[in-house]
Nanobody, 120 residues
Framework: QVQLVESGGGLVQPGGSLSVSCAAT????????MGWYRQAPGKQRELVAT???????NYADSVKGRFTISRNNTKNTVYLQMNSLKPEDTAVYYC??????????????WGQGTQVTVSS
């Protein structure tokens, strides 16, 4: 199994910056894509950004130019730097990893979520 432990998040004023990180631990054989999703109250979970093992990235249109995703393959960690935050960015942010372990084949794993609140 793979455990995803998120850190960061919190409360920030509009226009401010915040970062979150997510470390994957466990009997990892290989991690393919890693990414961040978010879910606001009353809404469905949506993609924020993903990054593959080669560093290729994909962003939701709503965060392009403001958010930056990166990863450290040695540490099995993915980061999300969020700048110019808006109230509509308020949500629980979930880390995702597509990974293969020494026992299980390739599958999705999710973190427990971390709250990001943008408010004055």
């Amino acid at each position: 199994q793979v455990q995803l432990v998120e850190s960061g998040g919190g409360l920030v004023q509009p226009g401010g910056s915040l970062s979150v990180s997510c470390a994957a631990t466990g009997s990892i054989f290989s991690i393919y894509n890693m990414g961040w999703y978010r879910q606001a109250p009353g809404k469905q979970r949506e993609l924020v950004a993903t990054i593959n093992s080669g560093g290729g990235t994909n962003y939701a249109d709503s965060v392009k130019g403001r958010f930056t995703i990166s990863r450290n393959n040695t540490k099995n960690t993915v980061y999300l730097q969020m700048n110019s935050l808006k109230p509509e960015d308020t949500a629980v942010y979930y880390c995702n990893a597509v990974a293969r372990t020494t026992v299980w084949p390739r599958r999705d794993y999710w973190g427990q979520g971390t709250q990001v609140t943008v408010s004055s």
